[in-house]
């Protein structure tokens, strides 16, 4: 198993700039991606970026240029967000996907939530 903590949302300001992070204890080893969503008031929970072990990324196209998931060497994983938009206002998830037995299973951290106001 493995436990995912989010921290770094709070209430920012139009055109500033945020790193969340997220940190993962338990079976690190194991986690094969690693990835960051966000779920706006109303809206579904939609991908954001994710990274693999090998630290290979994918982004969203929403988030292309603005966004950048990065980990370091001690299970913790970062979205850096440029330039935010009050559209940005979110809560911003972490999970972690590990293989289990043929198939793989998905833990998710419990959100942080960021609000930009304009």
């Known amino acids: 198993q493995v436990q995912l903590v989010e921290s770094g949302g709070g209430l920012v300001y139009t055109g500033e700039t945020l790193r969340l992070s997220c940190t993962a204890s338990g079976s690190t080893s194991s986690i094969v991606t690693m990835g960051w969503y966000r779920q706006a008031p109303g809206k579904q929970r939609e991908l954001v970026a994710s990274i693999t072990s090998g630290s290979g990324s994918h982004y969203a196209d929403s988030a292309k240029g603005r966004f950048t998931i990065s980990k370091n060497n001690a299970n913790t994983m970062y979205l850096e967000i440029l330039s935010l938009k009050p559209e940005d206002t979110a809560v911003y998830f972490c999970?972690?996907?590990?293989?289990?037995?043929?198939?793989?299973?998905?833990?998710w951290g419990q959100g942080t939530q960021v609000t930009v106001s304009s």
């Open positions: 999970n972690a996907v590990l293989p289990t037995g043929r198939t793989t299973t998905t833990y």
